[in-house]
């Protein structure tokens, strides 16, 4: 199984931006749909936003607005651009890779996880 690769991650003040970047192997990249997931503590695992090839996107009620997915199919990653951040969004982001990846059961690869925690 190849690995999604993150980074980015770490804190910052509430109202603050940060940019996570996930690079993925080609042959993953150009056949799958990408996106990204959160874990915060004591909370199970949820969608935060997905790209599909096409370009189209979906997000997360919660981060409509402040939150953008991109995609650089040159470079074969996928981006989250945070801005406007709260202490609610501190958590554990999770790249993802699958056929639709908003469908967790349809998610075929994760990343390990970047940190990111929001400071009042």
């Known amino acids: 199984q190849v690995q999604l690769v993150e980074s980015g991650g770490g804190l910052v003040q509430a109202g603050g931006s940060l940019r996570l970047s996930c690079a993925a192997s080609g042959s993953i990249f150009r056949s799958k749909d990408m996106g990204w997931y959160r874990q915060a503590p004591g909370k199970r695992r949820e969608l935060v936003a997905g790209i599909a090839r096409s370009g189209s996107t979906n997000y997360s009620g919660s981060v409509k607005g402040r939150f953008t997915i991109s995609r650089d199919n040159a470079k074969n990653t996928v981006y989250l651009q945070m801005n406007s951040l709260k202490p609610e969004d501190t958590a554990v982001y999770y790249c993802?890779?699958?056929?639709?990846?908003?469908?967790?059961?349809?998610?075929?690869?994760w990343g390990q996880g970047t940190q990111v925690t929001v400071s009042s």
């Open positions: 993802a890779a699958g056929s639709i990846v908003v469908l967790v059961s349809h998610v075929d690869y």
